[in-house]
């Protein structure tokens, strides 16, 4: 059993996706991650079915957030429809070129939950989904988009399962949101864990060596706002007897150990080390490091243009 979650509210998209990977009805990971982000968090995904192929190709074996990275850099996209239409162009050449075994085993299917705005600049967000499946003779690939549309939405899939006890665990769960227009992505996060927790706790009970019987790790893609951009300072002495002040941007995850990334240079300015080291530089100068400070921490995370 895989679960995948997409939901949109009036704040925000998240999609979401347990992490087990499952082979001839055996737990084979527990930790992968089927969730991505692209283009700073304008569009969010997640995925389930095929979890590696490729192997026979000259793409060689990856998993479909692997792929669907590479395929990402080819498109600077204006809307999420135009990404869902070149997502399932791009992907359906790589899966009609593997190896029919790849492919053509019944239920053989890769499912991709996208959300983001319409116009990717917009907060009319929306849900999309796409399905790469055989068709009815098994000798090709078909793909399907799905619109799921926009507003107060939520969507989920229990691949690859018939565990109506975990379907019904997530459905019962999420009937909350329906009701919660205003939910926050955070919030959509905490609901969406739930909503993973009581699918695979229900699928748990039953005792059948089958797909639906496992745990699993939950994955979140990053969402925008769990990322932090701040500016870090440091001095250095300069050949000229001056002290160099600089700023750089840089960026972390909201995830404990913090680590910050150096992301570019911002800002540098030369002052006489004498002045720096007794504390006498002017006010205007005080005031234009502050200043400086303040506005890229702002700019950083999206308070001023």
Known sequence: MTV???SVSNNGHATSSDGRIIFA???VSESTNKTFSLYGGKIRG??????????????GAKEPRDFIADIS???CPHSIEEYAEFLKSELLVIIQNLSVNEWSVEKRRLVIFLTGGKTLSDKDYVIYEIIFEPNDQKTDVIAIIKDHGSGNNEFHK????SSSEAFNAALNFLDNYKSKPDLSVEEMIILHDDALTKAIDAAKENKKETPSSCGGKHF???DKDN???GVVAYIQETEDGKT???FDDVSSEKQLPIHWRKEVLYTSNSYASAAMESLSLTKEQYAEIGESLIIRLLALNGKIK
């Open 4 to 6: 995948i979650l997409a």
């Open 73 to 75: 850099k080819k498109l």
């Open 227 to 229: 990322k932090m951009n």
């Open 46 to 59: 997640a995925y389930a079915g095929m979890m590696s192929f490729g192997r026979d190709t000259i793409y």
């Open 158 to 161: 229990l691949c690859n399962s």
């Open 220 to 222: 979140f893609q990053p």
């Open 244 to 246: 160099m002040l600089t």
């Open 25 to 27: 009805g055996r737990v």
